[in-house]
């Protein structure tokens, strides 16, 4: 029978049960949410090591602050029974994941193991280790974002085991020193996440157990371990090679850190680094190289310190040097040399820049913009064009895409299939609207005068009057008929989002569609509309790009990561070469149809997210190097690009982006 109440907690459901734990489904009454209680069986009295095995798991969770680990909200008691309050994971479990959609691809599975093994590296950096990795311990949100949960039998890496505590963990996923009951480090888990790939690339609802014959059957794997190329042959060979690795029956033979196994799958899904001839198999070359170069180091500096006592005693390295000194990391207010780029080479084509117009008065601030609205991880920030006065934006902790200023005060970006408003005098968000979760939203586009909207829903594109009291409502785009004053439907492409035109004499849209009929799907098309006709009047197709006008290097996926319209006839984008978006970047002319590979920086790749500025004279982009993972972003006037640089980015915090993968998608706030 489930109680009504723990503590303030209005309990709903129960969600599961261990050998002495319920987890139920609650309602928090004054956070006004819901919430998972952990709490110690009522229906038997748990002895005193079920007890401290509660309360260690408290503890340790208590103690690990990580984005993917279910973070702890409340702690109490209740008529002696000890009881914790987690935040509710309503996306549910891998194990259920994978019962519902069978095999993951090996990209998905890449990224949720990323997630998931940076959070297990966090806690072995706190000598904390798991033990008990599982589908059923990860857990993922409503945004798919999947999380560590059930610290329960974790325990100090430097810990031996106790005789008295016997066999911890779930049989099918312990290292064979759990099942030995020898002392585990981080790499018991990366045997364990092993297993849990395992499963995630061939759909197995179960681990798979050894026969009870076997003196190791809690093992889940027979050595040699099973070839999965042999269950599923069209993954690329190295990931046989990675599991061997995991699953190896000696931990030394093992990757040392679940980030190394992370990084190697990474590899494997998105083909961020050519394959070694020689694997990095452990994970120990860079530590190797320290050791070497440390060891190397300390016999030159005795022999140094030798020499110098021998002549005299004087040793001049101990004062302090005249010559400067540069940081590996790149400082918020210094940029190191390697961020200064020489110019790049002159061309016999000239740019199809800007055409000259009438002269205006010079703006006060370059671009005629004053701040950035960007995005660091699912955080929503403002900064100063300078890099200066940076500032987090209270915002709901999810991701967020299409940010675009619609004047000077409000920002508008997507989350959580809802539409937001950022009011950039309060710094607050609040939503506009929010839609059905099987109807996904991929564009909310404001018109320039602000009297329009163009919403990009279900591949569907609908205009309707830009009223927030009108709209806060809908639900469904079945419910934009609804709406009060004029409504356009168009489907004849799949639209993934368009930008509005700046030519107050027609109506333009620049539409990123897929295009099933071309070699190439991902395109944008230069549209005509008329709104005041839409119901007998189709779009009209003025260009496509990149069409056959720009021809994508070969190790391109031909997906487009970004693109820009200045509203009238230039269009920047970039292709997609690695990490999830960036490629070389491309300046294209719809007047001339004519194309220029612009690469700003010494003509290397990377880059993504370029915007024009709001006076169209400048762009920003974020830049990665080809053969590094950090990120920086540059503001550069159009009229410098052809002069050269040297280019200097926009001084940001040291890891200011954490992982190679961040869409900044920096959006320029008009100065006036």
Known sequence: ????????????????????????????????????????????????????????????????????????????????????????????????????????????TARIIDRIASALDYAHKQHIIHRDIKPDNILFDLEGNPYISDFGVARPASGDASPAEGQVGTPGYMSPEQIHNETVDERSDVYSLGVVIYQMLTGRKKSRLETKTSPLRSRPFAQPVPDILSEVPELPPEVGEILNICLAENKHDRYVSTLHLARALNK???????????????????????????????????????????????????????????????????????????????????????????????????????????????????????????????????????????????????????????????????????????????????????????????????????????????????????????????????????????????????????????VNSDQIFLLNADINNCANVALSRLDTIPGARITFEKDSTKRIGSFDWDGKNLFLLNDTIRNDGFGNLYLYNSETRESTKLNPINGECCYRDARFSPDGKSLIFAFQRFDRSDIVLYYIPFAELQSGGPFTPIPLPARFFTTARENPQPALRPSQ
Not at 42 to 63: N, W
Not at 282 to 305: D, E, K, M, P, Q
Not at 395 to 421: F, G, H, Q, T, V
């Open 1 to 108: 029978m489930l109680p009504e109440t723990i503590g303030r907690y209005q309990i709903k459901e129960e969600l599961g049960r261990g050998q002495a734990t319920v987890v139920y489904r609650a309602f928090d009454t004054e956070a006004n949410r819901e919430v998972a209680v952990k709490v110690l069986s009522v229906e038997r009295t748990p002895d005193i090591s079920q007890r401290a095995h509660f309360r260690r798991e408290l503890k340790m969770i208590a103690s690990l602050e990580h984005p993917a680990i279910v973070p702890v909200y409340d702690v109490g008691e209740q008529d002696g029974q000890p009881y914790f309050v987690m935040r509710y994971m309503a996306g549910g479990s891998l194990s259920q994941l994978i019962a519902s959609k069978g095999r993951l691809s090996l990209q998905e």
């Open 268 to 518: 494997a899904a998105f083909g961020e680094e050519r394959p070694s001839v020689i694997p990095d198999r452990y994970g120990n070359r860079a530590a190797i190289r320290a050791t070497l170069f440390w060891t190397f180091g300390s016999v030159a500096l005795l022999i140094a310190l030798f020499w110098m006592f021998a002549r005299g005693g004087n040793i001049p390295f101990l004062f302090v040097a005249s010559t400067p000194t540069v940081s590996l990391l790149p400082s918020p207010t210094t940029i190191p040399p390697t961020q200064t780029f020489t110019p790049l080479p002159p061309t016999d084509t000239a740019l199809p820049l800007p055409h000259p117009s009438t002269p205006q008065p010079t703006a006060t601030l370059p671009g005629g913009a004053d701040q950035i609205a960007l995005i660091s991880g699912n955080d929503l920030y403002l900064v100063n064009i300078d890099g200066s006065n940076l500032l987090q934006i209270r915002s709901e902790n999810s991701p967020k895409s299409n940010l675009r200023w619609i004047d000077r005060n409000r920002l508008i970006y997507l989350s959580r299939n809802c539409a937001y408003l950022m009011e950039a005098e309060t710094k607050q968000t609040s939503p506009i609207v929010c839609f059905n979760i099987n109807e996904e939203l991929e564009g909310f586009s404001v018109s320039p005068d602000g009297k329009f909207v163009a919403i990009s829903i279900q591949r569907t594109l609908n205009i309707i009057p830009f009223d927030i009291e009108s709209i806060k409502n809908i639900t469904s785009r079945f419910e934009f008929s609804k709406i009060k004053g004029r409504y356009c439907f168009y489907n004849q492409f799949p639209f993934r989002n368009v930008l509005w035109g700046k030519d107050p004499s027609t109506v333009r849209f620049a539409a990123h569609v897929i295009d099933t009929r071309l």
